[in-house]
């Protein structure tokens, strides 16, 4: 039914950009995960997304077969990088970020075929700092080409737990001086968001 998706969802009113994707088991694994789907959506207005949620028939679809749909509304405070040529995220310089508030990452590459191997060999290691970290609340791998278009999603405590794991985290530090001395990626974008509300 995701492949059904696209053209549905066409001409949607407000919806500037979209990706229907699967998901890896374990957080970010090669194995996919059957169960368990992600549409990522960015609105013109806040009034856009509602009437999809409300109203949308791609949406009221998976709605009546779902066990569960776990959906965060998000404002972009950080986004640099392409994802498909495009700019799909502009920072809201307006938004304010409290230590009490929650923050969602998306991280995506575009992995070269050359480099597939040596990426995903190295992609355990990559997550042991992510073991045990207090501040991670959700990590989850999505994409849309199995090994090759792959992405992340992550949802953080807050700011601060983000910025630790960021700057201090030894495999995390590793992976990005790995990534730029093997030029594993053709293409890349990271997006940091402040969690307005979650909706389950």
């Known amino acids: 039914m995701m492949g059904m998706g696209h053209k549905m969802l066409k001409d949607t009113a407000g919806l500037t950009f979209y990706k229907l994707m699967g998901t890896g088991k374990k957080g970010f694994s090669i194995i996919p995960d059957w169960g368990e789907y992600s549409f990522l959506a960015n609105w013109e207005t806040e009034q856009h997304a509602n009437a999809f949620f409300n109203l949308h028939p791609f949406y009221q679809s998976y709605n009546e077969r779902c066990y569960e749909i776990v959906t965060y509304h998000l404002t972009c405070i950080k986004c640099h990088g ?79 737990s983000l910025m630790n794991f960021a700057y201090r985290g030894e495999h995390h530090k590793k992976a990005i001086a790995l990534t730029k001395k093997h030029n594993w990626y053709s293409e890349e974008m990271f997006a940091r968001f402040v969690v307005k509300e979650l909706v389950s």
Do not use: C
């Open 82 to 160: 392409t994802w498909d040529g495009k700019v799909p995220f502009v920072a809201d310089k307006d938004t304010e970020v409290s230590p009490e508030n929650n923050v969602g990452v998306i991280t995506r590459a575009s992995i070269k075929w050359s480099k597939m191997i040596r990426f995903w060999r190295y992609v355990p290691k990559s997550h042991q700092d992510l073991n045990g970290n207090s501040g991670l609340l959700f990590t989850k791998g999505i994409g849309d080409i199995p090994l090759l278009e792959m992405a992340t999603f992550s949802l953080w405590d807050n700011q601060e």
